[in-house]
Nanobody, 127 residues
Framework: VHLVESGGGSVHPGGSLKLSCAASGDTLDYYAIGWFRQVPGKEREGIACISNADGRTYYRESVKGRFSISKDNAENTVHLEMNKLKPEDTAVYYC?????????????????????WGQGTQVTVSP
């Protein structure tokens, strides 16, 4: 599956952004799909995903209550709505997919090694 992110940009703290990830080449029905982010010098971290097993959503603790992941099956697209953004949310955000989902932790590990990735989109939160 080929993934292309869009929607990044610069906002002030407290602002909102909505990222989108358009998939092609395969239907997202077959994949657990989610978002990671990375800042220079740090490891890429998983922040949200939607399970392909039961549609449940999972979030990194630091974004719970502020970020919301959703999937548009008709458009074969996944979105990440980010609210109450903080400077520490500044990162390159990546969309990623992997067909295997057994748990949040297992999916994060699996997709880092075997998953399909988009090219990333920059999100900058600054005063």
């Amino acid at each position: 599956v080929h993934l292309v992110e869009s929607g990044g940009g610069s906002v002030h703290p407290g602002g909102s952004l909505k990222l989108s990830c358009a998939a092609s080449g395969d239907t997202l029905d077959y994949y657990a799909i989610g978002w990671f982010r990375q800042v220079p010098g740090k490891e890429r971290e998983g922040i949200a995903c939607i399970s392909n097993a039961d549609g449940r959503t999972y979030y990194r603790e630091s974004v719970k209550g502020r970020f919301s992941i959703s999937k548009d099956n008709a458009e074969n697209t996944v979105h990440l709505e980010m609210n109450k953004l903080k400077p520490e949310d500044t990162a390159v955000y990546y969309c990623a997919a992997d067909p295997l989902f057994t748990s949040w932790e297992a999916w994060v590990s699996s997709v880092l090694e075997f998953g399909s990735w988009g090219q990333g989109t920059q999100v900058t939160v600054s005063p």
